[in-house]
């Protein structure tokens, strides 16, 4: 007696999510990021330093990453290949950026407006939690 | 006469300390979401295991969105500290490139195809360090990152001593 046995050997490709990425970047990420400033929040949640007195009077208000609004409006995303998704300050607002969260004014403040946090975080989990209930709905 | 390509290359580097990047590697045969689920129907699986796999595999970071959730982890401690943290990895040097080198032990598909890759430290934390669980093999992967420079293109094989 003969035996065959025929074995299932097909693997299921990867899921791609750049688009989710895209999506990521530019309906939460960027907004949060924006929303902070426009806040005087960092990403975090806690309050930016205090201006000093003498910037205050020159800036004529005490909002502290907010003067040009240019860099509110310098946060950038694109594709960058085919598999990852970038996101930047314009290249015109990227030193002051630099100078106010890594290097920290001559004061040693520091202002923590870009990155990821926690909410953010959390925020991109519930988007793709929402997307998968999405295409199970869409297949039924 | 100014050195325009080094003037550039320098802003270049200051723009790229103010970066995010999401990567979610996937291979080339990659699919959407949509026509996942539809495979794994046509392969007879119901709809409600499936939602309950992809939400498992959400949850844990497994072989799915295991990139993806590493792309978009927050920092412990913040971004202002992850971004001093690669400041000072760039002094010591942990912006050297690693292959990823696997083991003839059980191999598993995924390791196998990243096996020879070479990234920086940083973007295979993104991707997924060996034993992170961004493999089938999970927490028994027995592949290692080794320094580029001093690793050889064959897979490693394990013997027992």
């Known amino acids: ?140 | 006469m100014p050195n325009n390509e080094a003037f550039e290359g320098l802003l270049d580097r200051e723009i790229e300390t103010m970066r995010i990047l999401l990567l979610a590697k996937s291979s080339r045969t990659a699919i959407t979401l949509e026509e996942y689920v539809k495979v794994r129907t046509l392969q007879g699986t119901g709809l409600d295991v499936i939602k309950q796999d992809l939400l498992t595999d959400l949850r844990e970071g497994g072989r799915i969105f295991g990139e993806f959730r590493n792309s978009v982890k927050a920092t412990a401690a913040g971004s202002i500290n992850r971004l001093r943290d690669d400041a000072e990895f760039s002094e010591i040097g942990v912006d050297l490139k690693y292959r990823w080198s696997a083991v003839l032990v059980n191999t598993c598909s995924d390791c196998l195809e990243r096996h020879g890759t070479v990234a920086e430290w940083d973007e295979w934390e993104v991707i997924g360090l060996p034993r992170s669980g961004s493999t089938v093999c999970r927490e028994n992967c027995k592949c290692v990152l080794l320094p580029e420079e001093s690793t050889e293109l064959a897979p490693i094989r394990r013997v027992k001593k």
């Open chain 1, 1 to 140: 007696m003969v035996n065959a046995q025929v074995k299932m050997n097909f693997r299921i490709p990867k899921v791609s999510v750049q688009e989710d990425l895209l999506h990521i970047a530019q309906k939460i990420f960027i907004p949060y990021m924006q929303r902070g400033i426009n806040r005087n929040s960092d990403i975090e949640g806690g309050s930016f330093p205090a201006l000093a007195p003498s910037t205050i009077r020159r800036k004529g208000h005490s909002d502290p990453l907010i003067e040009t609004g240019k860099l509110r409006s310098a946060f950038r995303f694109k594709k960058k290949g085919k598999l990852e998704v970038l996101i930047d300050i314009k290249s015109n607002r990227a030193k002051i950026g630099k100078y106010l969260q890594i290097d920290g004014t001559k004061s040693g403040k520091h202002f923590n407006f870009f990155g990821i946090s926690r909410k953010m975080e959390d925020q991109a989990i519930m988007y793709m939690k929402k997307r998968i209930e999405k295409a199970i709905k869409n297949a039924k």
